[in-house]
């Protein structure tokens, strides 16, 4: 039997993340795409939800390709929860035009806030009460932050705390997409 995977916080940020944490150094330019992508299933499979990557990674495949492997993600969104389930299964579709989630100049994850055309460095921000959060500077748990309702390694889900946005734009679906030509199944949740 396999003991289960442990967690912990993540310094001060009071974001939890597991024990163990998945280096990706290699990832293109030492282990092919199909490869990197089973390496990140088994991890996901074994709980890991820490994943280290960094925009130097890549080298004879140039800097960068290593978070362009981690960072390639399919979107989706829904108003009801029994919608979920169909809401993953169309961001999966969407992976041929994925939504790219990359490394900001400052260790952010670059990425949309609502109603902005232009992309933004985000922090990953805890809260006291345990939950976690990405959004612009300041207090975890603001009126532009999404809550990380849950990201088991594959599938990330935030909803927005504005609650103007959150009728407007739905609970947001990510799924990390699978090596190009590659489908990626669903696995039971």
């Not at 290593?66 to 919608?83: F, K, L, Q």
């Not at 933004?120 to 006291?128: C, R, W």
Request: proline letters at 6%; charged letters at 20%.
């Amino acid at each position: 039997m396999v003991d289960p995977m442990r967690y912990t916080h993540l310094g001060r940020t009071g974001l939890t993340v597991s024990r163990i944490c998945l280096g990706t150094m290699n990832f293109g330019p030492e282990t092919d795409e199909p490869t990197s992508f089973s390496i990140m299933d088994a991890g996901s499979e074994a709980g890991i939800n820490f994943f280290d990557t960094a925009n130097v990674y890549g080298r004879s495949k140039g800097r960068g390709a290593t978070e362009e492997i981690v960072g390639r993600w399919g979107y989706g969104a829904y108003h009801n929860e029994s919608d979920r389930k169909r809401t993953e299964a169309a961001a999966r579709g969407q992976c041929g035009q994925p939504v790219l989630i990359n490394r900001g100049p400052n260790g952010g994850v670059m990425m949309y806030l609502a109603d902005s055309a232009q992309l933004q460095e985000l922090n990953l921000k805890g809260s006291p009460s345990g939950k976690n959060y990405i959004g612009p500077p300041g207090p975890a748990g603001g009126g532009q932050d999404r809550e990380i309702v849950s990201f088991d390694g594959r599938t990330l889900v935030l909803r927005w705390m504005n609650p103007e946005v959150a009728t407007r734009y739905g609970t947001g679906v990510y799924v990390r997409c699978a090596p190009e030509g590659m489908a990626r199944s669903s696995r039971p949740h």
